[in-house]
């Protein structure tokens, strides 16, 4: 299991995991967040003027949802991985905690990790399709 270190910004592990598919994040009960929290203003925070707001500039919904739940569990760790046909998988995490990773399109990259300290090769999936890029 990759090691954590913590950093001004976080935490950061010996691989990164960068999702662009359809995902969320899941207790033994609820919805923590998933790809679509993103684009929902953080409720309870006054008026909204939806023509103005930008989920980068005036915070959104996922990210305080995933902070929420950072700071409840700081020592989450992957414990292990489902995969699934065409490139899905499930993270179970600690405090019984699971990623799901739904690849549904045919065309764009879905999802990649790689080694957080060296950008060189990347295990990435597209379309469902898996495949090594290299930097050369």
Request: proline share 5%; charged share 25%; net charge negative.
């Amino acid at each position: 299991l990759p090691h954590l270190d913590k950093k001004p910004r976080g935490m950061v592990g010996d691989l990164a995991l960068h999702v662009q598919c359809p995902w969320r994040l899941d207790t033994e009960t609820s919805i923590v967040t998933g790809l679509t929290d993103l684009w929902q203003p953080i409720p309870n925070c006054g008026t909204i003027d939806y023509d103005a707001w930008d989920w980068d500039r005036d915070g959104n919904l996922q990210d305080q949802r995933m902070a929420d739940y950072f700071s409840q569990y700081p020592n989450s760790k992957v414990r292990s991985v489902s995969p699934f046909e065409h490139g899905s998988f499930t993270l179970h995490l600690s405090e019984n905690v699971k990623l799901f990773v739904f690849v549904s399109g045919c065309a764009s990259e879905d999802w990649r990790i790689f080694r957080h300290s060296s950008y060189d090769t990347h295990f990435v999936v597209t379309g469902g399709i898996a495949e090594l890029e290299t930097d050369e």
